[in-house]
């Protein structure tokens, strides 16, 4: 069964500093991973899909990789800022299940 | 539309009530996801719609649940005799063809049971 782990849970940090958050599967059988912003109370921004058969994606200050062959990816946030504060989720698109499978996400507040 | 569009965005409901909560997915999209996201968690699967047809229901917590998409457009989730537990923010989301396309979610429904 396919599991999603990131890490860390919860990150402060303050604005200017670049900063990664992990992403970690189970089951590197996967179409493609996605990286969700969700601010509070409200639904998810997708930020930026990787298909299995790429390495990373770029947008902006953002920039995601995957290693399918060992279940990571991370997102990388070049010169935070406080806007940049909300919960990021990944989600792998399982290939055995055909489902989108979401980790806990990781809550970040970037402070002034 | 140009996103996608749920409504309510808030019910608050008495236990033992039963809730309808609307999806109107982008314009376009063959597909049709839910999901339940309980405090501070990631979303859980719930169902899955290609056009008018139910392809997964496997997510549904009960037969309490019930999801349906008549038309190949918009979709209803509706509880039955909500309980306690089925407080959640219910999300829903869509894509041009499955998981192997990017799925884009709506604002959510939060639903607190009283």
């Known amino acids: 069964k396919q599991e999603v782990t990131q890490i860390p849970a919860a990150l402060s940090v303050p604005e200017g500093e670049n900063l990664v958050l992990n992403c970690s599967f189970t089951d590197s059988a996967i179409y493609n991973l996605q990286w969700f912003r969700q601010d509070p109370g409200k639904g998810l921004t997708s930020l930026l899909l990787?298909?299995?058969?790429?390495r990373e994606q770029t947008s902006g200050r953002l920039n995601a990789s995957l290693d399918k062959s060992s279940g990571r990816s991370t997102l990388y946030i070049a010169a935070s800022q406080p806007g940049d504060s909300a919960t990021y989720l990944c989600a792998v698109a399982d290939y055995n299940t055909d489902k989108l499978i979401f980790g806990t996400g990781t809550r970040l507040q970037v402070f002034p | 539309g140009a996103g996608v569009s749920q409504s309510p965005r808030y019910k608050v409901a008495k236990r033992g009530q039963d809730v309808a909560l609307r999806c109107d997915p982008i314009s376009g999209h063959v597909s049709l996801f839910w999901y339940q996201q309980a405090l501070g968690q990631g979303p859980e699967f719930l169902t899955y719609f290609q056009n008018e047809a139910q392809l997964d229901k496997s997510g549904l917590p009960s037969d309490r649940f019930f999801a349906e998409r008549p038309e190949g457009s918009v979709s209803t989730l509706k509880i039955q005799r909500t309980q306690q537990e089925d407080s959640a923010v219910y999300l829903c989301a869509s894509s041009l063809r499955g998981v192997r396309t990017e799925a884009f979610f709506g604002q959510g429904t939060r639903l607190t049971v009283v």
């Open positions: 990787i298909q299995s058969s790429q």
